[in-house]
Nanobody, 124 residues
Framework: QVHLVESGGGSVQAGGSLRLSCSVFGYSVSNFCTAWFRQVPGKEREGVVRIDAVGGIISYANSVRGRFTISRDNVKNTVFLQMNSLKPGDPARYYC?????????????????WGQGTQVTVSS
């Protein structure tokens, strides 16, 4: 059974950094896709970044490219999201998810396994 647990959220000033962690249970992060999404109340869940198992291909949303970096630790079976230069537009609840495949899907409806999320707040 797949279980994902996010941690690392918090409050930071604009321009600051946070590192989120997604501890994965039930599959190996080196063998299956893992992705990060975010959501604010009243809006749809937005894809942030995803990493394929095959070739470690990474796809970033335009809004975070150059500021956020995804990485994975195959030994700890954990996926990280390093968020730098945080902006007022970044606050949201951040979720990690998997679609159970070696290649990541794109839309959130195609992901069947989700963590509980971790809250990120950015103050100006």
């Amino acid at each position: 059974q797949v279980h994902l647990v996010e941690s690392g959220g918090g409050s930071v000033q604009a321009g600051g950094s946070l590192r989120l962690s997604c501890s994965v249970f039930g599959y190996s992060v080196s063998n299956f896709c893992t992705a990060w999404f975010r959501q604010v109340p009243g809006k749809e869940r937005e894809g942030v970044v995803r990493i394929d198992a095959v070739g470690g291909i990474i796809s970033y949303a335009n809004s975070v490219r150059g500021r956020f970096t995804i990485s994975r630790d195959n030994v700890k079976n954990t996926v990280f999201l390093q968020m730098n230069s945080l902006k007022p537009g970044d606050p949201a609840r951040y979720y990690c998810a998997s679609n159970g495949g070696r290649f990541c899907a794109t839309g959130p409806s195609q992901f069947g396994s989700w963590g509980q999320g971790t809250q990120v707040t950015v103050s100006s």
